[in-house]
């Protein structure tokens, strides 16, 4: 059985932290949407802020493997 990794890098690039493996999806979809919960708190403007937003209710709704892009970056889980 494989596992999940999770993570989030600018487009192009490695990512900034190393990715996370988690036994099952949802673990690491959650973690995914922390991150996106974190950064929502960290950004500039309102604009930014409810992107993201919208991207963790998208992605709160997924079931399998994804890769969205918001703000110059790339959230993502894959199965390994």
């Known amino acids: ?14 990512p900034d932290t190393e990715p996370q493996d988690y036994d099952d999806f949802e673990n690491a979809k959650r973690a995914v949407i922390q991150l996106i919960k974190w950064e929502e708190d960290c950004v500039e403007t309102e604009e930014e802020a409810k992107k993201l ?11 399998g493997e994804f890769n969205y892009p918001c703000l110059g970056r790339r959230y993502w889980v894959e199965y390994n």
């Open 53 to 63: 937003c919208a991207l963790a209710e998208v992605i709160n709704l997924e079931s």
């Open 1 to 14: 059985m494989g596992t999940y990794t999770a993570g989030c890098n600018i487009s192009g690039f490695m």
